[in-house]
């Protein structure tokens, strides 16, 4: 099985920092891209940052300036280091990997989603 953990979700004051971590474990192999996605009650969900195996980064615009997105790959993990949170930022935060499993002896790609974690900002 493939497993996806994630923490580093809280309670933070407007103006504060959190760091999300999510790390991949299990039979998983070859990751590729890496992303984070935000949903907030009643709205879509959206795609907050991305990285490839070469550490590119891309950002949606809100966050651009205040979070950064970042991978160690020799642990199979990312991260999303989130400065001067606004209350807007208010969503459930998922990890996004794509990666290659085994399957009826041939190699698969899926994408893969973490459980989600609470990030909460205060006025």
């Known amino acids: 099985q493939v497993q996806l953990v994630e923490s580093g979700g809280g309670l933070v004051q407007a103006g504060g920092s959190l760091r999300l971590s999510c790390a991949a474990s299990?039979?998983?192999?070859?990751?590729?891209?890496m992303a984070w996605y935000r949903q907030a009650p009643g709205k879509q969900r959206e795609l907050v940052a991305t990285?490839?195996?070469?550490?590119?980064?891309n950002y949606v615009d809100s966050v651009k300036g205040r979070f950064t997105i970042s991978r160690d790959n020799t642990k199979n993990t990312v991260y999303l280091q989130m400065n001067s949170l606004k209350p807007e930022d208010t969503a459930v935060y998922y990890c996004?990997?794509?990666?290659?499993?085994?399957?009826?002896?041939?190699?698969?790609?899926?994408?893969?989603w973490g459980q989600g974690t609470q990030v909460t900002v205060s006025s």
């Open positions: 996004n990997v794509r990666g290659a499993v085994l399957r009826s002896l041939r190699v698969e790609e899926y994408d893969y």
């Open positions: 299990g039979s998983i192999f070859r990751i590729r891209a």
């Open positions: 990285i490839t195996p070469d550490g590119t980064a």
